[in-house]
């Protein structure tokens, strides 16, 4: 859920970039290093197109530019800087808000100048680079191109990773990671909804998202917690989020030891993993699936 080199990929798509277009034409070349040299010193343009490089933004992104809220018409560093100090518990009720990614307005403010203009990636004034990376349809600015950004036109927003490190599935509705090209279970619209933990939207997270192996999704760090808190099935179909069998051995080996009071008494189960429904003896503690051997069930 290889790097990206530091020249145009407007092949890929015609709206994304890492570029240097802008530049001004000239003898100015980038090295494999990513510096730009002329007889051995940096050209005048380059240095002002780098300058600032990496010493502007915020937690969420390193850019030199800031935008301006068109719900507020305020200054913030980024769409979720906005979010963050407008919808929080700080702020009245009624005055809380979000700003939603699509509502983005056309201007810009370069960090370095000043300059308020309209969504670019080089300042009208001062000649700098806004981002590294540039996405003209998100209107996304980040210098931190480790992050390997990349914009997935299916999903219509920009993603992290490497394009080469996804695929989009048409019917889960996002990048997946290629090791689940021909693994995963698909679901309709599978990131399209709410985590069923923390019920933030996982299809615009930040957070890492790990694919269950019944198709549905959670945050990383919400299945992390559920397992600390012996919770191992999925939270929208009961399925079990692992590979149970130790665990089920290890039941057996303890029901074994147990005496039954109930051996008269047959009750009928469905199976939560395989679907399988079963007749089996009563016991207070769980009944095994005759299909799966799982012990993830249900009395019916």
């Keep these: 859920m290889g790097a990206v080199q530091l020249e145009s990929v407007a092949a890929q798509h015609a709206h994304a970039k890492l570029n240097v277009d802008s530049l001004p034409q000239g003898p100015s070349l980038f090295d494999g290093n990513d510096t730009a040299r002329i007889d051995g010193s940096k050209s005048d343009e ?5 300058k600032g490089l990496m010493q502007y933004g915020c937690a969420h992104y390193r850019r030199r530019c800031r935008i301006r809220a068109p719900c507020c018409n305020e200054i913030f560093d980024c769409r979720h800087c906005h979010n963050e100090s407008k919808n929080s518990i ?75 490190n996804f695929f989009h599935c048409s019917k889960c509705g996002c990048c997946y990671s290629k090791v689940l090209k021909n693994s995963h279970a698909c679901v309709e619209g599978a990131m399209h909804h709410d985590c069923p933990i923390c019920f933030e939207y996982l299809f615009e997270s930040r957070n ?18 559920m397992k600390e808190h012996c919770q191992f099935a999925c939270p ?28 008269d008494k047959v009750v009928r189960i469905l199976c939560n993993d395989c679907g399988a429904v079963s007749e089996v003896q009563f016991h207070l503690i769980a009944h095994k699936c005759h299909s799966c051997k799982s012990y993830n069930t249900r009395q019916i």
């Excluded at 380059?46 to 780098?50: I, K, L, T, V």
């Excluded at 990376?133 to 036109?153: A, I, M, N, R, T």
């Excluded at 890492?208 to 917690?225: A, M």
């Excluded at 179909?237 to 109930?262: G, H």
Aim: aromatic share 6%; with cysteine; charged share 30%.
């Design 90 to 164: 700080k702020i009245d009720t009624p005055r809380r808000h979000e700003l939603p990614r699509h509502e983005l307005q056309q201007q810009v403010i370069c960090s370095l100048c000043g300059t308020e203009q309209e969504v670019r990636q080089i300042c009208i004034n001062c000649g700098v680079c806004m981002g590294k990376y540039f996405c003209e349809v998100c209107k996304l600015f980040d210098d931190d191109v480790s992050k390997q950004q990349y914009h997935c036109h299916a999903c219509g927003i920009c993603r992290i990773g490497g394009r080469e």
């Design 46 to 50: 380059y240095e002002r197109f780098e």
């Design 236 to 263: 929208l179909c009961s399925k079990s989020v692992c590979d149970m069998s130790k665990a089920w051995e290890r039941l057996d080996a303890e029901l074994a030891t147990l005496s039954n009071s109930f051996d």
């Design 208 to 225: 890492d998202v790990s694919v269950l192996p019944c198709g549905h999704t959670i945050h990383e760090k919400c299945l992390k917690e």
